[in-house]
Nanobody, 124 residues
Framework: EVQLVESGGGLVQAGGSLRLSCAAS????????IGWFRQAPGKEREGVSCMSSSAGVKKYADSVRGRFTISSDNAKNTVYLQMDSLKPEDTAAYYC?????????????????WGRGTQVTVSS
């Protein structure tokens, strides 16, 4: 059974930091790109950041580039999202996602599997 389990969400003040974790199981981690999407109330879900597990290529949305950093520990089948300089507009439910691909070309737009999400709230 494919599982993507997120953790690390919470409430933080603007300017603060959080680190999200996504523990993956049930599939060949190295064959997938793993990433993060977010959805704020009343808005569409959007790709935030993703990376190919094998090649380590990383992608970022313009809105988070320079503030968020994606990384992975392939030995633990876990992907992290370090979020710094958080802004109130970063408030959203954050979802881990996996795409069967060896590259990172489409991982901000296509998804094969979703996690259940973790809430991030940034207060002003």
């Amino acid at each position: 059974e494919v599982q993507l389990v997120e953790s690390g969400g919470g409430l933080v003040q603007a300017g603060g930091s959080l680190r999200l974790s996504c523990a993956a199981s049930g599939f060949a981690f190295d064959d997938y790109a793993i990433g993060w999407f977010r959805q704020a109330p009343g808005k569409e879900r959007e790709g935030v950041s993703c990376m190919s597990s094998s090649a380590g290529v990383k992608k970022y949305a313009d809105s988070v580039r320079g503030r968020f950093t994606i990384s992975s520990d392939n030995a633990k089948n876990t992907v992290y999202l370090q979020m710094d300089s958080l802004k109130p507009e970063d408030t959203a439910a954050y979802y881990c996602a996996a795409l069967y691909t060896s590259s990172a070309d489409y991982c901000l737009h296509e998804v094969d599997y979703w996690g259940r999400g973790t809430q991030v709230t940034v207060s002003s």
